[in-house]
């Protein structure tokens, strides 16, 4: 039975948990390892990249791996699809564009996303819909500098999210959440009176240092978000 890397993690998580290679002592290289679980040693790469994401091993330069004397548990948030997100729950998904324009980036904008002076940007605004109630308010920028291409996009039939997983990968991700209170222009969209509680989730994405974009996405009263570490 071929070994694969999910076999080679869980093993090496077993021998962790249970003391086996206590806190602090230094895992076998990917050599040895690859040749005592018979697999290839990408496979043992693999295993390892994940563990050290999780938290559970450390690996230094010229001082090897070593199991983390204190691992560090990571709540971890994806970037979903809010069209599965909607259809997940059994809804039907419903998507608007309410407005799109090419501007120079704000100065508030230049400066979370570290962009040069005079660059433009495409802001659209979007809703998303579950069996027809509102759901989420998406406001977003896209950096064309990054994205030229988005230029010639309209967005009518497919939303910003979707285009842009499928145009673009991401290498650092900025999430922030906060509560706030429905101004008039958002209460009108999400169907909920000026001054209701509402959920917002802020996220910046870049790809190997360029900034692809940023977008505010508004959630109506009762909104939960859930994530696993």
């Known amino acids: 039975m071929k070994v694969t890397y999910r076999d080679v993690k869980s093993d090496i998580l077993s021998k962790i948990t249970k003391g086996e290679?206590?806190?602090?002592?230094?895992v076998p290289n990917e050599v040895d390892l690859a040749e005592t679980y018979g697999c290839a040693r990408a496979t043992v790469n693999r295993a390892m990249r994940e563990l050290v994401d999780e938290g559970f091993?450390?690996?230094?330069?010229?001082?090897?791996?070593?199991?983390?004397?204190?691992?560090?548990r990571q709540a971890r948030f994806d970037i979903p699809l809010v069209r599965a997100e909607i259809e997940e729950k059994g809804a039907d998904y419903r998507y608007?564009?309410?407005?799109?324009?090419?501007?120079?980036?704000?100065?508030w904008l230049r400066a979370r996303l570290k962009l040069d002076a005079g660059g433009e940007v495409l802001h659209l605004v979007c809703m998303?819909?579950?069996?027809?109630d509102p759901y989420q308010y998406e406001d977003r920028w896209i950096n064309l500098a990054?994205?030229?291409?988005?230029?010639?996009?309209?967005?009518?039939?497919?939303?910003?999210?979707e285009w842009l997983i499928s145009a673009i990968p991401f290498s650092d991700v900025e999430i922030s959440l906060s509560?706030?209170?429905?101004?008039?222009?958002l209460s009108e969209y999400l169907g909920c009176a000026t001054g209701d509680p509402v959920f917002t989730v802020e996220r910046s994405t870049w790809w190997e240092?360029?900034?692809?974009?940023?977008?505010?996405?508004?959630h109506r009263p009762g909104h939960r978000l859930t994530t696993r570490y």
Do not use: C
């Open 21 to 26: 290679w206590p806190l602090g002592s230094l």
């Open 57 to 72: 091993i450390e690996r230094r330069r010229k001082a090897g791996t070593r199991v983390r004397m204190a691992p560090v």
């Open 96 to 107: 608007s564009l309410v407005s799109h324009a090419v501007e120079p980036a704000p100065d």
């Open 128 to 132: 998303h819909y579950a069996d027809g």
């Open 146 to 161: 990054t994205l030229p291409q988005a230029r010639e996009e309209d967005f009518a039939e497919v939303g910003p999210n």
């Open 179 to 185: 509560a706030g209170l429905a101004d008039q222009r």
């Open 209 to 218: 240092g360029q900034a692809v974009t940023y977008v505010r996405l508004s």
